[in-house]
């Protein structure tokens, strides 16, 4: 086996190891607003319902919030009557983004506007279409860079403007 061909199975044969499932946790995150431009752009509030704290991993300021990286959001269609992970208009493409380096942490109760805002092209969707935002959250600040314990938690349904 090639150098190169050894590299991309350890490479992705890592990635089958972290595809596992996770834990979900209890939290409410509503949608404040949705825009779309040349950009959709996302304002969300998202407030810790259960006992424990949860980090948020955030890349910047962004239109007066923590802007939520790429690699910590998954924008979701519905689609006959199951949620799915939107589609690339450019094929099997992922978005890239910022290392996960910075987080807020969220205890019980405290509520927290972030942003988020993706190209209005990047995915196959449609105007008026059910969607929802996935968001990766850990259970301590020293797990964000590593990815372990990463835990899920969900948006409300908004309308693709």
Known sequence: MRKSSLFLFLMFSGALVDAQPRVKDKAEVLI???RRQSVVSIR???KITSDSKLFVPFCGELNGGPELCDLAVTVEALSKRRWR????ACGSALP???PLTKSLELTPGKSQLFVYEFAADYFKLTRGQRLRL???VWPDESSVAHTAERREIYSSQFSLP
Do not use: Q, W, Y
């Open 96 to 98: 890239g983004g910022f």
């Open 44 to 46: 969300l509030t998202v």
């Open 134 to 136: 996935r968001l990766d």
């Open 85 to 88: 992970s939107a589609i690339a």
């Open 32 to 34: 404040e607003d949705v």
